[in-house]
């Protein structure tokens, strides 16, 4: 099961720019997730609501032009669905629509998979306390899912780097939000807990690995960026991981996709 997840910043420029169907057309996902699509379905072109050999589930934010979330299934793979949950009742953003969460159940197996724009947190105070109310609560409700036995598989752009080795200059950040010592230490906290960030597991001293760079300082061609899109996941999610991987090759957005594939 190929799952790809994607920050796109706008999914009708990606479109536009083509590059949608290229990482369709690439990769052939089974799931694809994707961030920030904006805008809601009434504004998109009937092959963003209709993609050929897909089903496509959007979860759009109140306000235009901002956040939202979505989905795209395989046909092949809708027999397995469960369920499309879209919020958390304590969830402080919900209007902004954050969250998919993709209920598989297949032989036998119940795979909980969660495609999230986890809140910034820069805006003002609130939206700071915001953040922290969704992390706190988010890890309770993660650690439910695991206690049922379940595989749980979440992220996506966790608006947050976790060590140094996941941003290019640490030292100008530290402290700020995205680089926070109580963001950072909720993916410690995370850690301690038997949670893994698959890629960094896999991959625990490669450095000048990236997935979002600031378009205006045109940063991703010097490569000084920062990785904060993974997929986390329990012992059971980890083990069932063939191959993870960054595709800095496909661009369209400010951010890269992560592709995950799991046994299945």
Not at 67 to 81: M, S
Not at 166 to 192: C, Q, S, V, Y
């Amino acid at each position: 099961m190929r799952i790809i997840s994607w920050n796109v910043n706008g999914i009708r420029a990606v479109e536009k720019k083509w590059e949608l169907s290229n990482i369709i057309s690439t990769y052939n996902p089974d799931i694809l997730f994707l961030q920030e699509i904006k805008w809601t379905p009434d504004k998109f072109s009937s092959s963003i609501n209709n993609p050929l050999w897909y089903e496509a589930f959007y979860n759009p934010a109140e306000k235009a032009w901002y956040a939202g979330t979505g989905v795209w299934i395989k046909d092949d793979l809708k027999k397995y669905v469960h369920s499309i949950q879209t919020w958390f009742e304590w969830d402080p953003t919900a209007n902004e629509w954050r969250v998919v969460h993709l209920i598989l159940e297949k032989w036998d197996t119940t795979y909980d998979i969660f495609g999230i724009y986890f809140p910034n947190g820069g805006k003002s105070e609130e939206a700071w306390q915001w953040k922290l109310v969704f992390y706190r609560e988010f890890s309770k409700r993660m650690d439910e899912l695991r206690a049922l036995g379940h595989i749980v598989l979440w992220g996506w752009d966790l608006n947050c780097a976790h060590n140094e080795i996941d941003l290019a200059r640490p030292k100008e950040n530290a402290g700020k939000i995205g680089f926070h010592p109580m963001e950072r230490a909720w993916l410690d906290n995370r850690t301690e807990d038997g949670w893994y960030d698959i890629w960094r597991v896999k991959n625990p001293t490669t450095p000048d690995v990236y997935s979002w760079w600031d378009p205006v300082t045109r940063s991703r061609e010097r490569n000084v960026g920062w990785r904060i899109d993974a997929w986390w996941g329990n012992q059971k999610a980890f083990d069932a991981t063939l191959s993870v991987s960054y595709l800095w090759e496909q661009y369209g957005s400010d951010h890269c996709p992560l592709m995950i594939e799991l046994a299945s």
